[in-house]
């Protein structure tokens, strides 16, 4: 990718990706480089929040990439930052983000919640299976996002610890 060569999408899944494979998939990615990758899924690759804040040194700044899929990556609410910069960035094209299988729990995924609300392209959002519950400041943060981002139609929220009776029910009203 660094010699010029067009690569539009690149899956790395169950490579065994460490932080420091991040760090080169990013350089990779700078726009100075004029990336042309559309797609970039990392899935299964245990890199944790090291790996995302690599990532996110050119993703903040990547005008062309369209999916990025994080799944089962071992990411935390530490990384949390790092994905609201991604999702903020002003010129993102990013239309589809997974972020499922991780660990982000109730404050890694207001935080990005947060970022999606003020996400330009974004239509999809997977938050599936992160070890969050309901709560009041989540319920805040998915009723700003859903009423800020009217692009962002399709979210996945599921196996995640949302009672039947719990806070989700409060955004139909």
């Not at 804040?53 to 609410?77: F, Q, R, V, W």
Request: glycine fraction near 6%; charge should be neutral.
């Amino acid at each position: 990718m660094e010699l010029g060569k067009p690569v539009v999408t690149l899956e790395l899944l169950d490579n065994k990706i460490t932080p420091l494979g991040c760090e080169f998939i990013q350089r990779a990615l700078h726009p100075k480089l004029n990336p042309t990758l559309l797609v970039l899924k990392l899935d299964h690759n245990e890199f944790g929040s090291d790996g995302v804040i690599e990532l996110s040194k050119s993703l903040a700044i990547n005008p062309i990439l369209k999916l990025l899929s994080l799944t089962y990556c071992g990411i935390d609410h530490n990384s949390a930052q790092a994905l609201f910069e991604i999702l903020i960035y002003t010129k993102s094209a990013i239309e589809d983000i997974n972020l499922s299988g991780n660990v982000l729990g109730n404050e890694g995924v207001e935080r990005v919640l947060i970022g999606a609300s003020v996400a330009k392209s974004l239509k999809k959002l997977a938050l599936a299976d992160n070890q969050f519950q309901d709560s009041e400041d989540w319920l805040k943060a998915i009723r700003f996002c859903m009423e800020k981002n009217q692009k962002l139609t399709k979210y996945d929220f599921k196996y995640n610890n949302i009672s039947d009776n719990g806070k989700l029910n409060e955004l139909r009203k």
